[in-house]
């Protein structure tokens, strides 16, 4: 207890100005450091104001391509096919048009891998398409076979071989391969069965080799089927090109992949939006076709697991600057619900384009639903300015799309992200249409369009093959540096030393693979 009349010494009262000073110097530099993020948020706010603004005439050029070219050329050894094969490999493709051609060109790497004779490729066409073109009806055969001379034997089908005098033919064992099956399943089990047995048949042949393999010049391999070696028959390429110059005499078009059609929607599940007998019918296809699984609309809506309606992907381009003058084609089958959904796209953007519409052929009209239909859609959109798809989630057709644009010159693709829109269609819905357009234009800023940028899974490889089938002429990594000019010369030098004349034939297939 202090006396009366105490006094602290010196010290001690100098101690306690300095607490308390020390105490203030914090408070101080507590508030200032609050001022400063509070006024560097209303700086970043007003610079993300102004800087929410897409330049709609730039997107009808390709996108950036900081240096690089596409290029599936080897560019390290790489010996051609060996004089003598293990064997004969069937495959059948299942699924669409673009699903079987992933396939093909998984067909060609295992072909290669196991040095083994591809035997032209089967196409599922029957089980989904109702359409037996076939390989033959729809792809350049001979092209096909040119083109890959350096990397397989291909042949039309398995040829009879003579022993003891009598003709025989090879009977090719069945195998079902394992989904994605890694590169040792085909070194191991297949090549053992085909060795045993002079040729084997894969079937089914979907997604049956992984994607994700650590070795380049395998995945170059897949490029220059893709993109060089699958090439349409003449007519589809003629009859394509005859489309897209229709479209393009009065100037820019877009094309966009609508895919808001039964087989999608039963998919994924979304179907309050639907009068109550589409609800039966969708319900139905769902129970007949996919496994069963609970799904509540709202939940696989708020995290964008619906495909865009018609109206809603009107409302995205309206919001990044394109008018009502802008010129549509679009790539989409029948779409479920009919005119109640187009009513409102066509409103927005008058100047559509379909089948029906630009074919004077009429060839189109008899097969819209077959391979040929799919096929000039294809390359319709693959050549057009701009390829917009609404789902490229589960569709082979926007994601091979996506892949061969990127390596087309990285031409300009708009990738709405469904999960960032969805709370801001709610929103709209529910009323609140204030800032509806800047909304839209900040979630489409953060997507990519179509410029080279590094593969995240679950992207495909056939939908970004960069940086294994790009190149760059002044590369800091060695890696990435293009190979030479002279690279078809290098692979023709190796045949003629291996002896392999039998594939004599131009090697001008390559150059587009090589440094372009």
Request: aromatic share 10%; net charge positive; proline share 6%.
């Amino acid at each position: 207890m202090r006396r009366p009349g105490y006094r602290q010494p010196l010290k001690q009262q100098l101690g306690g100005v300095k607490a308390m000073f020390l105490r203030l110097s914090v408070a101080v530099i507590v508030v200032v450091i609050c001022m400063f993020l509070l006024m560097s948020a209303m700086s970043s706010s007003n610079s993300n104001s102004s800087s929410a603004e897409i330049n709609a005439e730039a997107l009808w050029g390709t996108a950036a391509s900081d240096g690089w070219r596409a290029s599936s050329a080897p560019r390290s050894d790489w010996p051609p096919p060996a004089s003598e094969s293990n064997g004969y490999l069937r495959v059948r493709c299942n699924g669409g048009l673009n699903q079987q051609r992933s396939a093909i060109c998984n067909a060609v790497l295992a072909a290669r891998i196991m040095n083994a004779t591809l035997v032209l490729p089967e196409l599922d066409a029957n089980s989904f398409w109702h359409d037996d073109s076939g390989f033959q009806g729809i792809y350049d055969v001979e092209h096909f076979i040119k083109t890959l001379k350096y990397d397989v034997r291909i042949v039309e089908s398995i040829p009879e071989i003579r022993k003891n005098g009598k003709v025989k033919k090879i009977k090719a064992k069945q195998i079902r391969p394992p989904r994605d099956a890694p590169i040792s399943w085909y070194t191991t089990e297949a090549l053992k069965t085909m060795k045993e047995h002079g040729a084997i048949y894969l079937t089914p042949f979907s997604h049956r080799l992984a994607e994700e393999i650590d070795y380049p010049e395998y995945q170059r391999l897949r490029c220059r089927v893709n993109y060089h070696a699958l090439r349409f028959k003449p007519h589809i390429m003629d009859l394509s090109q005859s489309i897209v110059t229709k479209l393009r005499s009065q100037g820019h078009f877009m094309t966009i992949h609508l895919r808001f059609e039964m087989d999608m929607l039963a998919f994924a599940g979304c179907f309050d939006i639907f009068s109550p007998e589409e609800q039966k019918i969708l319900k139905k296809y769902r129970q007949e076709n996919f496994a069963e699984k609970r799904l509540i609309y709202d939940e696989r809506r708020a995290i964008g697991k619906c495909p865009l309606t018609p109206e809603e992907v009107g409302l995205i381009l309206r919001a990044m600057g394109f008018d009502n003058s802008t010129r549509i084609y679009l790539a989409a089958g029948e779409l479920f619900g009919g005119e109640r959904f187009m009513k409102p796209f066509r409103s927005l953007f008058p100047r559509l384009e379909n089948h029906s519409t630009v074919d004077t052929t009429g060839e189109l009209g008899k097969n819209t639903m077959g391979l040929l239909g799919s096929a000039v859609d294809y390359m319709v959109c693959l050549l057009s300015d701009i390829f917009m798809p609404t789902y490229d989630g589960p569709s082979n057709f926007a994601n091979n799309l996506l892949g061969h644009r990127l390596y087309y010159g990285f031409r300009t693709t708009i990738r709405p992200d469904r999960k960032a829109l969805a709370p801001i269609f709610i929103d709209r819905e529910k009323g609140h249409t204030a800032g509806f357009d800047e909304a839209v234009r900040r979630a489409m800023l953060k997507t990519n369009f179509g410029g080279p940028h590094k593969r995240i899974s679950p992207e495909s490889f056939y939908t970004n093959s960069w940086p294994e089938c790009f190149c760059k002429k002044s590369a800091v990594n060695p890696a990435d540096k293009c190979p030479p000019h002279d690279v078809v010369e290098v692979l023709n030098s190796q045949m003629e030393r291996e002896g392999i004349s039998d594939f004599e034939a131009s090697g001008s297939n390559l150059t587009l693979a090589t440094d372009k």
